[in-house]
């Protein structure tokens, strides 16, 4: 399987960015997809992660409140939805898949996008 994220950008601090992460097939197995970012000079941090087929999600406390992840199994597509946006938002966001349960370790995740990049201006 392949990721595919886009919808990055450059954006002024408040605004308002979606990211979307297409999948190329339809893995049955497929438990879990989430999101993690990465500044420069830092590590890869998680941001949010949900259930492929059922409802739970989970969010870093760094962007609880302000992003949403979701889905569409239609277009076997991951979002997120990402609002008042900070400079401490600024990191290239990579979409991931293959882990066996919601969590927030990224050595569970074994397939991971090209990343797209979001900066937030001042």
């Known amino acids: 399987v392949q990721l595919v994220e886009s919808g990055g950008g450059l954006v002024q601090a408040g605004a308002s960015l979606r990211l979307a992460c297409v999948a190329s097939?339809?893995?049955?197995?497929?438990?879990?997809m989430g999101w993690f970012r990465q500044a420069p000079g830092k590590e890869r941090e998680f941001v949010a992660a949900?259930?492929?087929?059922?409802?739970?999600?989970l969010y870093a406390d760094s962007v609880k409140d302000r992003f949403t992840i979701s889905k569409d199994h239609a277009k076997n597509t991951l979002y997120l939805q990402m609002n008042s946006l900070t400079p401490n938002d600024t990191a290239t966001y990579y979409c991931?898949?293959?882990?066996?349960?919601?969590?927030?370790?990224?050595?569970?995740?074994?397939?991971w996008g090209q990343g797209t990049q979001v900066t937030v201006a001042s």
């Open positions: 097939d339809r893995d049955h197995r497929r438990v879990a």
């Open positions: 991931a898949s293959g882990a066996i349960a919601v969590i927030t370790t990224a050595d569970e995740y074994d397939t």
């Open positions: 949900l259930s492929w087929l059922a409802g739970m999600t």
